[in-house]
């Protein structure tokens, strides 16, 4: 047999059930509902059907809320503060002008030339991918340079360009039909 699962007496029923009621973040509200059905003495698996949760959840956020009291209920991944990142603030600021310019090579800024100065400036080994994400950042597109044409005639070019604004002049606008 089993025994009870059973929730320390912080706040009272009628309390329990008001911050039920009167939590706006749905994960606050299921915790404060287990916790509130726990409090009526109702069983684990009772607690189970009513909301979902597995037996194992709903008995860890009881040990939490006996540990720990209203602090134990809550979304605790809003308090997460992530990883911190690659680059520190002036790092970045640093890439985002050394992109400005062309790459000591002469090409184009790449994903694996990004990903080579952040190992050289940081001292670490960083995958291939995070170059272009932080190409992406700095809103850096994908990009291919023109073809060259080694055969190309200028003056053809000219007179090409030439006739082809007159004769942008003299289109007629597009006819609108109806629906």
């Known amino acids: 047999m089993t025994r009870q699962t059973t929730i320390k007496p912080y706040l009272e029923l009628k309390e329990l059930e008001t911050n039920y009621r009167k939590a706006t973040d749905p994960v606050e509200r299921s915790q404060w509902k287990i916790i509130w059905l726990l409090a009526q003495n109702h069983k684990v698996?009772?607690?189970v059907t009513v909301t979902g949760y597995s037996p194992g959840w709903i008995r860890e956020l009881a040990r939490r809320f006996n540990r720990d009291g209203q602090q134990a209920v809550g979304d605790k991944r809003h308090n997460g503060v992530g990883a911190t990142p690659l680059l520190s603030a002036e790092l970045q600021g640093e890439l985002a002008e050394a992109v400005?310019?062309?790459?000591?090579?002469?090409?184009?800024?790449?994903?694996?030339?990004?990903?080579?100065?952040?190992?050289?400036?940081?001292?670490r080994?960083?995958?291939?991918?995070?170059?272009?994400?932080?190409?992406?950042?700095?809103?850096?597109?994908l990009q291919q340079p023109r073809p060259h044409h080694a055969k190309a005639d200028e003056v053809a070019q000219a007179e090409f360009k030439k006739n082809y604004q007159i004769g942008l002049k003299k289109s007629k606008p597009p006819i609108l039909m109806p629906k």
């Open 125 to 141: 080994k960083v995958r291939r991918q995070r170059g272009w994400e932080y190409l992406t950042r700095l809103d850096f597109t």
């Open 100 to 123: 400005q310019h062309p790459h000591a090579d002469g090409g184009m800024w790449t994903g694996p030339k990004v990903t080579a100065w952040i190992e050289a400036k940081t001292g």
């Open 45 to 47: 698996n009772e607690v």
